[in-house]
């Protein structure tokens, strides 16, 4: 099994994460846990230079490139081993979040986010994605909080409320146009309903005898 999960910044997706991951750790389940951008070592690199707040110069489409870049090095190094191996990958973001985030910010190359986001992850397509939905002035209250525990926000946390509240409609109208796939829970429910919500959508692709 291949799940991603997606939403705006500060949706609670990390939080769900560590609890989804928790659960299926239980059931005794097989899996990586792996995210973007990042997932790799040299994922790493590139997540610095995408994410450092003094690089507001990058221009649209060395960002989008990067991304990808860092995406098809992650999918060679991580999630093809793993799902070729049998394990489940529990993805934080992959191709949609690029749809989403550089269809915003180039506001237009719809094709050729399509085509980059194909070749990059060679094919490997997620079976289920959350997408962990909520306002976005409820995300940024969120990020704010976290700022004043010590996490500095990045540079996209650091972007207009207007900017976010574009990210969160493009991810409904994503969620839309893919049913099969995308999942969306409302993340203003509180965190232990939103984990149970998590775990019953994929209690049936458990392995029979560890349904929930
Ligand atoms: P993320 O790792 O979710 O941030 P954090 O670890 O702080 O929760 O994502 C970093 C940022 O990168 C996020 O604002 C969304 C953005 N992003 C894109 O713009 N395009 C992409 O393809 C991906 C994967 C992320």
Request: proline share 4%; charged share 30%.
């Amino acid at each position: 099994m291949f799940i991603t999960f997606e939403g705006i910044d500060g949706c609670g997706k990390s939080t769900q994460i560590s609890f989804f991951k928790k659960t299926l750790k239980e059931k005794g389940i097989s899996l990586v846990v792996t995210k973007e951008p990042g997932g790799t070592k040299i994922g790493q690199a590139i997540r610095r230079v995408l994410l450092d707040v003094d690089n507001t110069h990058i221009v649209p489409l060395a960002e989008l490139f990067l991304y990808e870049a860092d995406r098809t090095q992650h999918v060679s190094e991580v999630i093809k081993p793993a799902l070729e191996a049998g394990k489940w990958v529990i993805c934080d973001r992959y191709f949609d979040a690029t749809t989403v985030y550089q269809g915003v910010i180039l506001g237009q190359h719809e094709n050729l986010i399509e085509q980059l986001n194909h070749e990059a992850t060679l094919g490997f397509k997620p079976d289920i994605t959350f997408l962990l939905d909520c306002p976005a002035e409820v995300a940024l209250k969120r990020i704010e909080k976290r700022d004043k525990t010590g996490k500095k926000k990045d540079r996209f946390e650091r972007k207009t409320l207007d900017f976010h509240i574009k990210i969160r409609y493009g991810y409904l109208a994503l969620a839309n146009k893919h049913k099969d796939r995308f999942r969306i829970i409302d993340s203003t429910l509180p965190e232990d309903h939103v984990a149970r919500k998590v775990r019953e959508i994929i209690s049936p692709y458990l392995p029979k005898g560890l349904m929930d």
